[in-house]
């Protein structure tokens, strides 16, 4: 039986390293693998895949739950296989109850991701409704299931709470996290609190602490290590980018009829630098 660890266990293991290291590390959010090509490129050493940027992508639907357990691996897998850094998944809220959660587990650690976060919200995200929030006790118990779950012990799970979206108590927050770090998580993520008010209760948090409020807050990657930030995902880097990007292009051409007044004009080979060419000269030259 070969020693070798398998690729996907050295970037979980890469994972917990970084989050070990001083200073917050910004994860942005792909929305599809060119996307997650570009996060690498750029010299990231972590990317995310998160639900809010799949759902829009992919079946142009708003981050309301629709999505299915298959439809998010399969978001995933495809980046994660692409890339040679560690990739971060959205499990939502593991989508089954804990006897069942064993399964989210495994899909997306056969995905080749190295973590997961598994959050606390019910309903209400994205929306104009109430945020609600599930019970801690079902959450803990999710969590020790889902750790209990997995056959690669490098492999992360996150466990995330919303409490601050439904009611702003940082202190619920605080008590939320520790449970699920309790109940097993290797790490905590909390939602909505700028790094001002997490440098308040830092202190207070028992394990590793990840953040996905950046763009809310306009806080930098520097105020959030100083916060005692271990990690940050921001998930709507880059599909807001895109977005933004495809309307001007779209609304320059309409206007114009000229595709050379585009101010992102194509350049081939510079797009096929992020594309597995050589792989595909080498096989021509050895098959035919």
């Known amino acids: 039986m070969s020693s070798e660890v398998p690729f996907a266990t050295e970037k979980r293991i890469r994972l ?6 001083e200073g917050c590390t910004p994860a942005p959010g792909a929305y599809d693998v060119l996307s997650a090509k570009l996060v690498e490129q750029a010299g990231f050493d972590v990317a995310y895949v ?20 298959t439809e998010m691996v399969n978001s995933a897998r495809i ?23 064993w399964r989210t587990v495994r899909e997306f650690e056969n995905a080749g991701v190295a973590a997961i976060h598994i959050e606390d919200h019910q ?9 609600t929030i599930f019970d801690a006790d079902a959450v803990s118990g999710r969590i020790k299931a889902a750790c209990d779950a997995r056959r690669d ?13 439904a009611n ?3 202190h619920e927050c605080v008590d ?6 309790e109940a097993g998580a290797d790490a905590a993520m909390i939602s909505g609190p700028s790094a001002k008010r997490f440098a308040t209760v830092r202190d207070q948090i028992n394990g590793p602490l990840m953040t996905n409020g950046s763009y809310f807050h306009k806080d930098s990657t520097a105020a959030e290590t100083e916060a005692g930030l271990n990690l940050s995902l921001h998930w709507p880097m880059l599909i807001y980018a895109a977005y933004k990007s495809c309307q001007k292009t779209l609304e320059e ?3 114009t009829g000229d595709c050379s007044k585009i101010s992102l004009p194509f350049d081939e080979p510079d797009f096929n630098e992020l594309l597995p060419f050589g792989g595909f000269s080498e096989r021509v030259s050895k098959y035919r």
């Open 153 to 165: 012990e490098s492999f992360m799970i996150i466990g995330r709470t919303d409490s601050f979206l």
């Open 123 to 131: 309903f209400g995200k994205h929306t104009e409704f109430p945020v």
């Open 176 to 181: 939320r996290v520790n449970r699920y770090l």
């Open 79 to 101: 980046v994660a296989d692409m890339l040679n850094i560690p990739v971060i998944a959205d499990a939502e809220y593991g989508f089954f109850d804990a006897a069942n959660i």
């Open 16 to 21: 917990r390293e970084l989050v070990k290291e």
């Open 50 to 69: 998160g639900s809010f940027a799949s759902a829009a992508s992919a079946f142009g639907l708003p981050d309301v739950g629709a999505l299915t357990l």
């Open 168 to 170: 702003g108590d940082i």
């Open 253 to 255: 051409f309409k206007e």
